[in-house]
């Protein structure tokens, strides 16, 4: 009895550490004026963030924007691993602390779509990351500030940090949805019904509008912007037999950041456009924005190296 009552005691001492050592996730929604309806989304809560202990009050955190593929939504990352993934991270002291930030994004590519109807990129940058970095505790300025992404999410990602590099120290991004087949030779895939066929109409127009398609495309962007992209920290990697093709395009990108001397990291992975490529990754990408994170902290900002795969 008395070990017992003994084992009791330090496990209801221990319950509130025990407690407070896991993060949370907060999902809620935000009506936007931009947009004219809810949007929702989840934040991953680092551990320390809800603890009376630790000064949390006054502690402000790096935030991560984490953009989801087609067909998924603000939910996605944390149901299928990633939580568990992240925390454990942490636990290992692989990761710092830092918040993310996952919106729904629905078939949008995260951009204004080309008949105005859905100005998502507006609603992004003029609403939802104020919305975000006044409710919650955030570090101010682009050095506590990432965004990374997978497929329509990593497409998504690119273009905001290569569009608004001032806003963001680091972008990464995962078999992101990059073509380099032109307009005219989308429009004729998706009459042949590829496996592209119709995912893009409702954003890029049926015809594509090529001026829109050029104006948000993140290579073009990285070839406009390519003086103002050299203090942006990037990673991107993507499957080697990736499903749509993404492969070649995030072979364009290396290539075409190589050649105008911006510092990036790539790698190209054996694997497809699957969950299980994405799952296996995704320490990579949460490290890579943790140490840019903890540089910027410290006043000592620097973009990655360039690292290409074989």
């Known amino acids: 009895m008395f070990r017992l009552g003994r084992t009791l005691l330090i496990f209801s001492l221990l319950a509130p550490v025990l407690a407070w050592s896991q993060s949370r ?8 004026r931009i947009l004219r309806q809810t ?4 934040v991953l809560l680092p551990p320390s963030y809800d603890d009376p202990a630790s000064n949390s009050a006054k502690r402000r955190y790096p935030v991560l924007y984490f953009l989801h593929g087609l067909g998924d939504n603000e939910q996605t990352l944390f149901k299928t691993g990633g939580w568990a993934l992240i925390d454990d991270l942490r636990e290992q002291y692989k990761i710092t ?8 994004g629905k078939q949008t590519f995260y951009i ?8 998502y990129s507006d609603f ?3 609403e939802f990351m104020p919305h975000i970095e006044g409710k919650f505790r955030i570090r101010p300025g682009r050095e506590g500030r990432g965004i990374s992404g997978i497929s329509m ?7 905001y940090a290569f569009a608004h590099p001032e806003l963001f120290s680091s972008v990464s991004a995962q078999s992101a949805a990059l073509m380099i087949e032109s307009p005219k030779d989308l429009d004729t895939a998706e009459k042949s019904h590829s496996p592209l066929s119709g995912m893009l109409a409702s954003v890029f127009g049926r015809p594509i509008d090529a001026r829109h398609w050029n104006e948000n495309d993140p290579l073009m962007l990285a070839k406009i912007n390519r003086g103002r992209l050299r203090d942006l920290a990037i990673y991107f990697n993507c499957g080697d037999e990736d499903n749509y093709g993404f492969d070649e395009g995030a072979k364009a990108l290396h290539k075409e950041l190589d050649s105008e001397g911006v510092r990036h990291e790539f790698h190209l992975y054996p694997g497809d456009h699957g969950p299980d490529y994405f799952l296996a990754h ?14 910027g902290k410290a006043g000592s900002l620097r973009v990655s190296d360039r690292r290409a795969a074989p």
Not at 25 to 32: K, R
Not at 113 to 118: I, L, M, Q, T
Not at 284 to 295: G, I, K, L, N
């Open 25 to 32: 996730i907060d999902c809620s929604a935000l009506h936007s």
């Open 39 to 42: 949007v929702h989304y989840c």
């Open 97 to 104: 602390e830092f918040l993310v930030v996952a919106p729904e």
């Open 112 to 119: 204004d779509s080309a008949d105005g109807k859905v100005p």
């Open 124 to 126: 992004f940058l003029r």
């Open 153 to 159: 999410g990593g497409y998504g990602a690119l273009h």
């Open 282 to 295: 995704l320490a990579e990408t949460m490290q890579f924005h943790s140490r840019v994170f903890d540089a």
